[in-house]
C-alpha cells in the first residue's frame, strides 16, 4: 500500500476517504478531518459533506465498479 491518498467507494455507503487529503470548502476554509473519514454519497445525511449512517435507514443501493 502506498502513501498515497485513497477514496474507496463503499457500497451501498459513503466514500470512505484515508491518506493526507485536506479537504475544503467552497471559500477554501478547511474541514476538520481525521486520517480517515466518510462523505456522504446517498444525498441524505444531516452532518453533509460527512456520512452520518443515514444510508442504511433509507437503504441506499449503490454498487460501482471501476471498469
Ligand atoms: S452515505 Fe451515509 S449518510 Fe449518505
Redesign the pocket.
Given at each position: 500500500m502506498s502513501d498515497n491518498a485513497q477514496i474507496k467507494v463503499n457500497d451501498n455507503?459513503?466514500y470512505l476517504v484515508k491518506g493526507n487529503v485536506e479537504m475544503v470548502d467552497a471559500e477554501g476554509n478547511v474541514f476538520e478531518t481525521k486520517k480517515a473519514f466518510?462523505l456522504?454519497?446517498?444525498?441524505?445525511?444531516s452532518n453533509k459533506p460527512f456520512?452520518?449512517?443515514?444510508?442504511k435507514k433509507i437503504d441506499?443501493e449503490s454498487e460501482p465498479r471501476a471498469e
Open positions: 455507503g459513503p466518510s456522504c454519497r446517498c444525498g441524505h445525511s456520512c452520518d449512517g443515514t444510508h441506499f
